[in-house]
């Protein structure tokens, strides 16, 4: 993948949420700037542009000068710590950005004679937050506005984005879907409740609030713990995936990692299997 750095904008006064932190609102157990920084964990650095938190993983912070100046000062602010030739700027409310629609926008902004890419949501519309640029024609044109205007506080977006050449990229309708209102927050966090892959966002929201880094086969443990609720009783299936992970960190203090996880659960599935046949449960 194209190297680059990553710009959150994580500022903004949120008058539709009622002057709410934002960046700092949860959407299926995680804030919604922890799952922007997901999306963007292999940037070279991180550069978070607003008030100082807790976060996922490290980040470099700034502030926009002055406060409240809006996205282009909030850009500008945060360009002053990079030095990638792509920047992906990102707004810091986007609950259901992927990897996947950042890859897409790296890629095209990487082809021809681009100045970047920016994606655009259902309607077509330009998402200029959602967007990977070339950072020598930022620069400039951040430059450029700054002394045309005598500052970028204040100033929209459109004048920066009208000035580059971009190519538009068409992702998943929910990558541009951002939480502007109460509204927004209570669909999003609904969405995630009905969407198929529940068992993933729950997982990984767990491990965030755990602070584990290792990836695990839920197959695997699901599997696991069917086999000890059929085989064995109902409460068996919590207490032996819990031993399957204590098991497996233990053994990943001599760096078994994944696989650790996954050799416990087979033995913990043939156990399981083993008790059946004992007893007579098919």
């Known amino acids: 993948m194209t190297a680059y750095d990553a710009i959150v904008l994580a500022g903004g006064a949120a008058k539709r949420l009622g002057g709410a932190d934002k960046p700092g609102l949860r959407v299926g157990g995680r804030a919604l700037l922890d799952r922007v920084l997901a999306a963007c964990s292999d940037a070279g650095t991180t550069v978070v542009v607003g008030g100082r938190r807790p976060t996922v993983r490290a980040v470099t912070w700034a502030r926009e000068e002055p406060r409240g100046g809006g996205p282009l000062a909030a850009l500008g602010a945060g360009v002053r710590h990079t030095g990638a030739e792509h920047?992906?700027?990102l707004s810091a409310d986007l609950p259901f950005l992927g990897t996947e629609t950042v890859g897409s926008l790296l890629a095209a902004a990487d082809r021809g004679d681009t100045e970047g890419a920016v994606c655009t949501d259902g309607d077509g519309r330009d998402q200029p937050l959602v967007a990977v640029y070339r950072a020598e024609p930022l620069r400039r044109e951040l430059a450029l506005l700054a002394a045309e205007h005598g500052g970028l506080a204040g100033l929209p977006l459109r004048l920066l984005t009208r000035e580059l050449r971009l190519s538009r990229v068409a992702a998943d309708p929910l990558a541009s879907f951002d939480c502007d209102t109460w509204e927004d927050i209570a669909s999003a966090r609904a969405r995630i409740r009905e969407h198929g892959s529940v068992l993933d966002e729950w997982i990984?929201?767990?491990?965030?609030e755990l602070a584990i880094e290792?990836?695990?086969?839920?197959?695997?443990l699901l599997d696991l713990a069917r086999d000890a609720a059929h085989g064995v009783a109902r409460p068996a299936a919590p207490l032996t995936t819990f031993l399957v992970g204590y098991a497996a960190a233990k053994a990943s203090s001599d760096g078994g990692g994944a696989e650790a996880v996954a050799e416990a659960a087979r033995k913990a599935a043939a156990l399981a299997l083993r008790w059946a046949d004992e007893t007579g449960t098919p």
């Not at 990984?204 to 965030?208: I, L, M, Q, S």
Request: charged fraction near 20%.
């Open 87 to 89: 920047l992906l700027v």
């Open 214 to 220: 290792l990836d695990v086969d839920t197959a695997v």
């Open 204 to 208: 990984t929201a767990v491990k965030n």
